[in-house]
């Protein structure tokens, strides 16, 4: 099927109705969206619930901003106008310097002589943008825990609107909101000083319980696996074809999992196939639990103390991976993401992801996140030994990038500024929740 055969067949506009169902690929229920359900309601093992869309046909809005072009396949109700997406195009200088002769780049980040618009550099402004387009008309408030770059884009796509918003990182990721351009009194950053993601996440899931809020629901939240999933709908619409291998660095593998799901969902619709393309999956050296589950290390299930977590995180090249709680067995999740595509998990060193920022930097003309450079640097070590043949045709995620040129000209004193920091040792406090309860006092606690 031809990219131009893809655009054609989009005349037909979103309907103000939910235009999907939700469906658990455990147990085959089937349920109505009330733009918040997270998880099945029958009882069984865990499993991540599924979109169906009534148009099984890829289509795409062209009338419609960045990501929302393709709402025939998002979870969504409503949009936000100047959306960003993802640009896909075909590398040459980071291809040649790879020896790969059918490369295609997925740009997640600002870039503007390629058109690329995402202002937080990241593609965690995909799941905002879909995450809001799925609430419902008056949603609790949303709880988002992130080491720093998913709570940077909520802060930008949830500034624009009226939802209230709760945004809980580690201090260490407070510079992440230097590209911010302003966050509105309806969302509140709160920042765990000394503290690491799963202190944000562990946090977050206490203030999820209180009447009034809601957790965003990372993986569990369908709009964030499919707004992710627009990065490969850009790639086929460009491309015209599936590709045969994906690469990208990640954290929790919502992305990865994503464009699993979407890939089965363009072969089920008859113009591509037959397979999906093969998940090439990357993460830092040294902390890779989604690397060490896959290859059955015997210590990737043993408990891992706070400090110890806390020395290993601060050693990586890419802090922004360090997910110790990745939806790996789960039905829908990792692992069957990966046997079902034939796909592997590669760790990368610091220095070799440094050497891939700079080569990227050197021949494509941009700066790249350092998970990015991750991806770049386990491609490059696949093409070497012999994983990905010269002539595949291949898909590489740039999740982040551009920050640099984003960054440029701005004030120093930029860096978000929390309504409240906390110590981790005050986590537990029933104190710490009222005082986070009564950051919202307009919160429907019926909610």
């Avoid at 291809?95 to 202002?119: H, K, M, Q, S, V």
């Avoid at 909101?177 to 946090?203: H, K, N, W």
């Avoid at 070590?381 to 640099?404: D, F, H, Y």
Wanted: hydrophobic residues 40%; aromatic residues 6%; proline residues 8%.
């Amino acid at each position: 099927m031809s990219a131009q055969a893809f655009v054609q067949n989009s005349t037909v506009p979103t309907p103000p109705e939910r235009h999907y169902d939700l469906v658990c690929p455990a147990c085959g229920h089937t349920m109505a969206d009330d733009g918040l359900t997270l998880r099945c309601p029958e009882d069984h093992a865990p499993a991540l619930l599924r979109t169906r869309y009534r148009d099984q046909e890829p289509a795409v809005s062209p009338e419609s901003d960045g990501l929302y072009r393709y709402r025939r396949w998002l979870p969504v109700v409503r949009t936000l106008p100047g959306a960003g997406g993802t640009v896909v195009y075909r590398s040459e200088g980071l291809g040649r310097a790879l020896g790969l002769g059918d490369l295609w780049i997925a740009f997640n980040g600002y870039w503007p002589e390629r058109g690329a618009d995402l202002r937080t550099g990241t593609f965690k402004e995909l799941e905002a943008y879909a995450v809001f387009g799925r609430l419902p008309e008056r949603p609790p408030v949303l709880v988002v825990p992130s080491v720093g770059n998913t709570a940077a884009a909520f802060a930008s796509v949830f500034s624009r609107t009226d939802v209230e918003c709760l945004l809980v990182v580690p201090g260490s990721g407070l510079h992440r909101f230097a590209t911010v351009p302003g966050i509105a009194p309806t969302v509140r950053l709160v920042s765990i000083t000394g503290g690491d993601y799963d202190d944000a996440i562990e946090l977050a899931e206490r203030v999820s319980a209180l009447p009034g809020f809601r957790a965003v629901g990372g993986a569990w939240n369908v709009a964030r696996r499919d707004g992710l999933a627009t990065v490969l709908l850009s790639a086929v619409e460009a491309m015209g074809a599936l590709p045969e291998v994906y690469v990208q660095a990640v954290g929790s593998a919502v992305g990865a999992i994503a464009v699993h799901e979407a890939a089965t969902r363009l072969i089920a619709s008859g113009r591509y196939g037959p397979a999906t393309p093969r998940l090439l999956m990357c993460q830092n050296e040294g902390v890779a639990p989604v690397h060490r589950l896959w290859h059955g290390c015997p210590e990737a299930r043993r408990p891992v103390g706070k400090e110890e977590r806390r020395a290993a995180t601060g050693r990586v090249y890419a802090d922004e991976l360090v997910n110790q709680h990745p939806p790996y067995s789960l039905t829908g999740g990792i692992e069957e993401a990966l046997r079902t595509s034939g796909g592997d998990v590669l760790p990368c060193p610091g220095e070799d992801a440094r050497a891939a920022t700079e080569l990227f930097a050197r021949t494509e003309g941009i700066d790249i996140e350092p998970a990015a450079a991750v991806a770049v640097a386990c491609l490059g070590r696949s093409v070497r030994e012999g994983r990905v043949s010269s002539g595949t045709r291949v898909l590489l995620n740039i999740t982040g990038g551009g920050r640099a040129r984003l960054s440029a000209g701005m004030r120093d004193d930029r860096a978000a500024r929390p309504v409240l920091r906390l110590d981790p040792s005050t986590l537990e406090s029933p104190g710490t929740l009222q005082r986070i309860r009564e950051l919202f006092p307009a919160a429907d606690v019926s909610a």
